[in-house]
């Protein structure tokens, strides 16, 4: 695909998550007999990400996570990425399909591109989950701002290395010229040969 060459597009890719923290206990020091603090709440964040190659990352909080939520999530990557063309790679989750969030998308000169179906080990977004999972596990939170700090601060952190998106290119890249990839209802196929990818960003 020209966009992942074209260094006035903004690529990346999409995804949606929850940070939970559950049930934790914790030992503080004390005099005398040790003090042992339970949490008992469950603690959730919800966060839509968008994983910028080429462009600014975006990490986004919603209340819920419905159809108006997506669009605003949308209007944030927009807002962080100026007026370039925006190409987001992403699975096909029933709201990536949803009539207002396409045309949303459309009104905003985002194009999404899907992945193939049932293969999350092709969104390279699942390895910043899975590194702010296992941050947010080992630790003691009590309120959910601090939750959402956390996690937004680790994805800032997870999404400035490429190191993500180079072993994406080196282990799937090839595979996925397989693969029809559709944008905005048209197939298309990604095409490596010849290609070099830019990973910094501008």
Known sequence: MDSLTDPDVVWGFQDESAQRISSRTARLWSVGKPVRRTNTDRINANIFGFY???????????????????CDFLDAVRAANGSRKIVPMLDNGPVHHLKAVLEHAEELDIHFVYL????PQFNPIELVWKSIKRVVSGMFILERY????????????ETSKT????????????????????????????????????????
């Open 116 to 119: 193939p179906l049932y293969c």
């Open 52 to 70: 910028a190659v080429r462009g600014n990352s975006v990490a986004f909080f919603p209340d819920h996570s419905k159809t108006a939520d997506m």
């Open 163 to 202: 190191s993500y998106p180079e072993g994406w290119m080196n282990t799937f890249y090839l595979k996925l010229e397989k693969w029809s990839l559709y944008v905005k209802g048209h197939s298309s196929y990604l095409k490596p040969s010849g290609m070099s990818i830019a990973f910094a960003r501008t």
């Open 146 to 157: 601090r939750l959402i700090d956390v996690v937004r601060g680790n994805f800032m952190k």
